[in-house]
């Protein structure tokens, strides 16, 4: 890691990293989206026979009635899974579950005056897909994260792919009873869930994390088929007066070992507790390949000059995972994907058991949005309905305005009612 202090010595260069990382996000997208336009277009236009072609050389297939998982290897996947693991998949889903609950929108409907009754009703999209990753690590969580969010909101067709799954993201699968699932992964498994092939029926919308070339493609197909968002590397930031160094660096660990992309940035104003937290991160990463080579390219200890500078830098650089003191250091986040509240709630715990979702904005985009929830599988259809009276209320106001603007169409439309 490296230390950077925001005044005196050093504060001009601080201010450049800071300023570069605010403007990180898809400029890696640049390199590989030639590639990936490629093999987007070969899909679209080849479907089964571009998309096992992709596939042979990719993840390994070896023939392409292998593509599709059954429901038979599902359910064997979770019979050869121990007990435990299965007690925990099942937590996860359950809690996963109950937090999507209470994130659903509800339908409603409201009469502003008389003769108008407006309202909203809450639609679940007909078919998504759903991303899971299976490169450098198995991610079950994932699936969960998905998945389950999709269900609660009432997706009647959930398709998942996965390149190489993991027995605990088959096992994952069938306690969660997914009947469509491919082994299928990266841009060619993106764009055959965008556009459809003999075998898969296109769906509505794609969620999941992935590689580089997986969001490449996500970001090309999105004006056909509608994505979650652009994920890149994973990103921490802690904010922190008084924390725990050896705690602090654990976590700021845990998330740089998902990626030799990751950042991993502690912000402070006290610079003997920075010192401790590096001290930390050297020890805890020394076995950890890809934790210290994240480490080494992006991570770093910020010295704020006050506190109102370490809340401001935080809020520009409008983390995915963020950890702040107490509860009361809330009220200041506006920017962060997942915020982590005191030295017990590990971010990991977010990864896997808690409920909230995995699945977070990266690369500044918690500024607009925050993670994946049930509402990324819904949407809000308005509904309005008029009575004479609502007509002869509203009705000359409207003509007005369509008046103003010209349209005069418009204007009949409504005058024709008003005349009944």
Not at 315 to 320: T, V
Request: net charge positive.
């Amino acid at each position: 890691m490296k230390l950077m202090r925001t005044k005196g010595r050093g504060a001009k260069e601080a201010a450049a990293v800071i300023a570069a990382l605010e403007a990180r996000g898809g400029a890696e997208l640049d390199k590989v989206l030639p590639v990936v336009r490629k093999i987007v277009e070969r899909v679209r236009r080849g479907g089964d026979k571009a998309v096992f072609a992709f596939a042979k050389k990719f993840d390994g297939l070896r023939r392409a009635e292998l593509m599709r998982v059954t429901k038979a290897e599902m359910a064997a996947a979770w019979d050869a899974t121990d007990k435990p693991m299965r007690q925990t998949l099942a937590l996860c889903a359950h809690h996963v579950h109950d937090f999507a609950e209470r994130q659903k929108p509800k339908d409603w409907h409201w009469s502003p005056c008389a003769g108008l009754t407006v309202g909203q009703k809450v639609v679940a999209l007909d078919a998504v897909g759903c991303y899971v990753p299976s490169g450098r690590h198995p991610l079950p969580s994932t699936l969960m994260m998905t998945a389950v969010p999709a269900q609660v909101a009432g997706v009647k067709r959930i398709v998942v792919i996965s390149p190489k799954p993991a027995p605990e993201t088959l096992a994952a699968a069938h306690l969660l009873g997914i009947t469509e699932f491919y082994r299928l992964g990266g841009a060619h498994g993106i764009a055959a869930l965008a556009y459809g092939t003999e075998r898969i029926a296109r769906v509505d919308k794609i969620a999941g994390p992935g590689n580089l070339f997986v969001t490449a493609a996500k970001h090309v197909v999105q004006r056909d088929c509608a994505i979650d968002m652009l994920a890149g590397p994973t990103e921490i930031v802690v904010t922190s007066e008084t924390g725990d160094a050896e705690l602090i660096a654990a976590d700021l660990v845990a998330q740089a070992e998902h990626d030799p992309e990751a950042l991993a940035i502690f912000i402070t104003t006290r610079e003997e507790l920075a010192k401790r937290v590096m001290e930390e991160t050297k020890l805890q990463s020394a076995g950890n390949v890809v934790a210290k080579q994240a480490l080494k390219a992006k991570g770093m200890a910020i010295v704020a000059a006050s506190i109102e500078e370490a809340r401001e830098l935080t809020n520009r650089l409008a983390p995915e995972h963020l950890t702040v003191d107490a509860a009361s250091d809330v009220e200041w986040v506006r920017n962060a994907g997942s915020v982590f509240v005191g030295k017990y709630s590990a971010q990991p715990l977010g990864d896997y058991i808690s409920g909230p979702n995995h699945t977070l904005p990266t690369g500044g985009a918690a500024r607009a949005r925050g993670g994946l929830s049930v509402n990324d599988f819904v949407k809000l259809m308005t509904v309005q309905e008029y009575t004479v009276r609502g007509v002869e209320t509203l009705g000359p106001h409207a003509v007005r305005l369509a008046e103003a603007e010209g349209l005069l169409g418009h204007a009949a439309a409504i005058e024709k009612r008003m005349k009944r």
